[in-house]
């Protein structure tokens, strides 16, 4: 009925939208500062007018809903990002620590312990004493710290091999618990939204979906009922329907580094697949990566340089004769590419007495002519030997093994150099990104408090509605 | 819909650009306190390949130099020893001279002779000379002395030790450079026996001084001024045999001297190109950092101001 009663409601209301604006505006102000939180807003509209004879006659606002500010397509391209950022940081760090290793700059390197074993070859072709017994001493101790820098270098880089994997392991149950929180998150919309837009709570979702795809390559679909599917970039559902999946750390025993070392499964209740392969974003694939390709090459580059000068200063040494007589190798002869650096050391009958170096060609104790070709290995371009050739012939480059080593070098720098900038770079779209989203979906502090006057003198003007009516109200009493 | 600067927005950008900043300052830093424009490989891929290269270069040039040097004593030392031998076969020269001369007796040719078996002794001591613990003229063999004397001087009849070569007469040569090597050994055979060809006897003009001094001494042992004159030629046969081998010498030595300084050279060379390959341009490092400082305080001095007014400050 329109009376004064009527236009009382009609204030109520009025009151009740500010206040309610009020309520929403300060949740916007108290997220202010939260992670992945998006700015509501109330949406207001009028209330159903009632009919009258002198008019349809307003009833007031009412508010609709309350709605989140979101940007769908910023979400997706946040969630590949963040995947290949995931990737490239794990990998960039891997690369900075290998390059750290063989970094010739500030230390001994591979390439300075090869170089003073070949000066230790011409000191010996150059000794005065017959016998060189003490060049033959300081040639041993030479060829001693080469093998003590493989050792060191093959053992450092295979250390770091294994706190990647060790990394891969805790990532994994990280995941799941994304997984399980997902889900639960999905159910809780679906449910909430049967009511009204789950807006609190598909920030936390989006969030931790963005999260996830730091750890691992994902995408996402939604359905119609308001639940998210997160598939892995293979297509493997990992949330789906009422349930998550779960990955699994297992060892692999054909891991050609150790056997210890882990394989991603993927189990739901019928399937049990290894998803290693497929796993090529996120940190997760970036650790796996960095454990099966780079930390890998890198122990094999450093095999190929061990077994290179291995092959090549034993091939000399066997045609020389020792002080005492003997013909034979120089270091241990290694039985393949793969881990000579970790096995390289002298031959047994080196190590038993350094007159076995075969410094002559059979002559008398001075005759050095042996040790100039040993020495002269420094500049002799070979064939070189790579990982999978031996036993058959050497299929590598054509360089001195200094030169290889060069390469090799180079060839690390480069790919750090680019992983480097690969993360820079992915670092700053990510950054622009987050800051698109916020330009749509932030809270603007400016804005809020705006909406909060605003909404303060909509609340007055309705009070003062309240007031006139109830001064109205007492006119009309008075008249009683 | 309009968009909106927020809050969040200006710190991440001022966070991260003020992190950027931190990283190049520490960059330039680095170079300033290694002096290295490279300090790892990943700074410059190619450079570091390159200096290592060079690096390895010149050690190669180092371990030449120190080959040299052991070449270039090794070689003055043959040489003095040579010299020795020379001034034995000049004294033994100016003796045959005098023991020639007809106004001499039996006495003071044998006082002369006496003098010559010293001759013989020091000549034996030259040729089985040492260095670095090594008989110089042994070739390989170096661990036994190669001139064995066998027998001691008679008098009645006259007869003298015989000296053999048990060394052998391989010359060792030392490397100097990739692909050359030097004669640093030289066959004691040849130049005190005058034996190149190894067949047991002094080959055609030349001598075996042992020899020569032996003929000597008995010619005056017996006195026989007229056999004592018939060494003479064969004493300056013997000088010309020293004389060449000295030569020999000489223009070895004078090689090494060449390449120590062709060495010395390249390793300056490679030291510069070294430097040009990895080190930081002083002047552009430390403007630099002084320019990234100023940033860096510059973006610090945004942030401070960052916890920026809002309407907030300005509503009673």
């Known amino acids: 009925m329109p009376g004064l009663f009527g236009v009382l409601d009609v204030a109520g209301r009025g009151l009740l939208a500010a206040q309610r604006g009020v309520h929403v505006t300060g949740h916007n102000i108290a997220n202010a500062n939260t992670p992945g939180y998006s700015a509501q807003r109330q949406i207001l509209g009028n209330a159903f007018p009632i009919v009258h004879s002198a008019g349809l006659l307003g009833t007031g606002v009412e508010q609709i809903t309350v709605e989140r500010l979101h940007d769908a397509f910023v979400q997706t391209q946040l969630l590949r990002q963040g995947g290949s950022f995931g990737s490239t940081r794990a990998q960039a760090e891997a690369l900075s620590q290998i390059e750290e290793v063989l970094n010739e700059q500030d230390a001994d390197g591979v390439a300075t312990v090869i170089s003073r074993l070949y000066d230790s070859f011409s000191d010996l072709a150059s000794a005065a004493a017959p016998g060189a017994s003490v060049e033959r001493e300081a040639l041993r101790g030479s060829a001693q710290s080469l093998i003590d820098t493989f050792h060191a270098f093959d053992g450092q880089l295979r250390e770091l091999q294994g706190s990647a994997d060790r990394a891969i392991r805790d990532v994994v149950p990280e995941v799941n618990e994304f997984l399980v929180r997902i889900q639960e998150l999905n159910e809780e919309i679906v449910r909430q939204e049967t009511v009204a837009p789950a807006n609190d709570m598909r920030d936390l979702r989006d969030q931790a979906v963005r999260d996830l795809a730091l750890l691992v390559d994902v995408s996402t679909y939604e359905t119609g009922d308001g639940a998210l599917v997160v598939t892995l970039s293979s297509g493997l559902p990992l949330v789906e329907g009422g349930s998550a999946r779960t990955l699994v750390a297992q060892a692999d025993p054909t891991h050609p580094f150790d056997p210890t070392y882990v394989q991603v499964r993927y189990q739901d209740g019928a399937n049990d697949l290894d998803v290693t392969a497929d796993l090529g974003g996120g940190r997760l694939g970036g650790l796996l990566r960095a454990r099966d390709t780079h930390y890998a090459s890198a122990i094999r580059s450093l095999d190929t340089i061990a077994y290179n000068l291995a092959a090549s200063v034993n091939s000399v040494h066997q045609l020389g004769t020792g002080l005492d007589g003997s013909v034979g190798d120089f270091f241990a002869a290694p039985a393949a590419v793969a881990d000579a650096a970790r096995g390289l050391a002298l031959d047994a009958s080196v190590l038993a007495t350094p007159d076995a170096i075969a410094a002559g060609l059979g002559g008398g104790p001075s005759d050095n002519r042996n040790a100039l070709a040993l020495a002269d290995l420094r500049h002799a371009a070979t064939t070189l030997f790579l990982p999978g050739d031996p036993p058959g012939p050497a299929s590598g480059p054509s360089r001195t093994l200094l030169q290889h080593v060069g390469a090799v070098v180079g060839d690390i720098g480069q790919q750090a150099r680019s992983l480097n900038l690969a993360q820079g770079q992915q670092a700053r779209v990510l950054e622009g990104l987050e800051n698109r989203r916020d330009q749509v979906a932030g809270v603007s502090i400016d804005e809020e408090v705006t909406r909060l006057i605003r909404l303060q003198a909509a609340f007055q003007a309705n009070s003062r509605v309240v007031v006139v009516v109830d001064e109205l109200l007492d006119d009309v009493l008075r008249m009683i | ?316």
């Open chain 2, 1 to 316: 819909m309009g968009l909106r600067i927020t809050q969040a927005m200006l710190v991440r950008t001022a966070l991260a650009d003020v992190t950027r900043a931190r990283e190049r300052l520490a960059i330039t830093q680095e170079q300033a306190s290694s002096g290295l424009r490279i300090n790892r490989p990943s700074d410059d891929p190619a450079g570091a390949s390159a200096a290592l290269l060079l690096r390895s270069g010149l050690d190669a040039i180092d371990q030449f130099m120190r080959n040299v040097s052991q070449a270039r004593a090794r070689v003055a030392v043959s040489e003095s020893h040579v010299a020795e031998a020379v001034d034995v076969m000049i004294r033994a020269r100016e003796l045959a001279v005098t023991g020639a001369n007809g106004i001499h007796d039996a006495d003071s040719r044998r006082q002369i002779a006496r003098e010559i078996e010293t001759l013989h002794a020091s000549l034996a001591a030259t040729a089985n000379s040492r260095f670095g613990g090594g008989f110089l003229f042994a070739g390989y063999a170096a661990d036994a002395a190669p001139f064995a004397v066998a027998g001691s001087f008679g008098d009645a009849p006259p007869s003298s030790p015989t000296v053999g070569f048990v060394g052998d007469s391989n010359e060792i040569q030392i490397a100097i450079d990739h692909g050359v090597q030097v004669r640093a050994g030289f066959d004691g055979r040849r130049v005190f026996l005058g034996d190149a060809d190894g067949d047991g006897s002094a080959d055609p003009g030349h001598q075996d001084l042992f020899q020569v001094l032996a003929d000597l001494r008995d010619a005056l042992m017996n006195d026989d001024p007229v056999a004592v004159a018939g060494t003479l030629d064969r004493i300056d046969e013997s000088l010309v045999q020293l004389g060449d081998e000295r030569t020999a010498m000489g223009a070895v030595a004078g090689q090494l001297e060449q390449w120590d300084r062709q060495l010395a050279q390249r390793s300056e060379d490679l030291s510069r190109r070294l430097s040009e390959t990895q080190d930081a341009d002083a002047a552009r490092v430390f403007s630099d950092l002084i320019q990234q400082e100023t940033a860096l305080q510059a973006g610090l001095q945004a942030m401070s101001q960052m916890i920026q007014p809002t309407l907030m400050d300005f509503l009673g």
